[in-house]
């Protein structure tokens, strides 16, 4: 079973706060990520990281930042959450391996903006 | 990116009966995978096809990859209510992931 924790696992908070998801994995892989869910719905890329200082964003616009100072640890930030930020965001990470990877997700954070 | 679609959105079965869902790409693949997601869960991967016609089975799952290698099909003999979730088909497209849109199974006991 993977080793990826997501922290907290439900979250509702007042529009305008400035909120950190964690996510730390402890199988050192180096490549991590960030997904924006809809209930069932599509996974969408918002972020992600080839290892330590490495941050890209992803197909879907975010207002939401990362940083990857440490292997294990990719936290993404908002500074003012907004209503429209409702929704599950999941971690995931992932080895290079050469053709065989693939990702490991954790358990996810729901987040609703009031 | 390199998008695949997946087809049906949707498939309400009886439990007992078999359920297909296909994944397609316009471009030719290098591999793909298939994830599970269970209501209220996360994605679990399930396998992962790299060879031209290939298949694999696990159970009552067999998982197929087209001969052009720009589809592939997940098919559930013989349906169980633990199966209930969304099928998510994906690919390893450069150093990134791009996921199909997934088929929600539910299964009727």
């Known amino acids: 079973e993977a080793d990826i924790y997501q922290t907290p696992r439900y979250l509702v908070i007042g529009t305008g706060k400035k909120i950190t998801l964690e996510c730390s994995q402890t199988?050192?892989?180096?490549?991590m990520y960030w997904y924006q869910q809809d209930p069932g719905m599509e996974l969408h890329l918002i972020h992600y990281s080839y290892g330590v200082n490495s941050t890209e964003k992803g197909d879907l616009s975010s207002e939401s930042t990362v940083s990857r100072i440490r292997t294990e640890h990719f936290p993404l930030t908002l500074e003012s959450a907004r209503p429209s930020h409702t929704s599950q965001y999941l971690c995931?990470?992932?080895?290079?391996?050469?053709?065989?990877?693939?990702?490991?997700f954790g358990s996810g954070t729901q987040l609703s903006v009031l | 990116g390199q998008q695949v679609m997946q087809i049906p959105q949707y498939q309400h079965v009886q439990e007992g009966e078999d359920f297909t869902t296909y994944c397609n790409s316009s471009?030719?693949?290098?591999?793909i995978q298939w994830y599970k997601q269970r209501p209220g869960g996360h994605p679990v991967f399930l396998i992962q096809?790299?060879?031209?016609?290939e298949v694999k089975k696990q159970k009552r799952l067999t998982f197929q990859f087209g001969e052009a290698k720009k589809n592939s099909s997940l098919h559930i003999t013989a349906t169980q209510t633990t199966d209930v979730g969304t099928y998510f088909c994906?690919?390893?497209?450069?150093?990134?992931?791009?996921f199909g849109p997934g088929t929600r199974l539910s299964v009727l006991p």
């Open positions: 471009t030719t693949l290098s591999n």
């Open positions: 994906a690919h390893n497209y450069g150093q990134n992931f791009v």
């Open positions: 096809l790299v060879k031209s016609g």
């Open positions: 199988m050192g892989h180096d490549k």
């Open positions: 995931a990470s992932s080895p290079i391996s050469g053709g065989s990877e693939k990702l490991f």
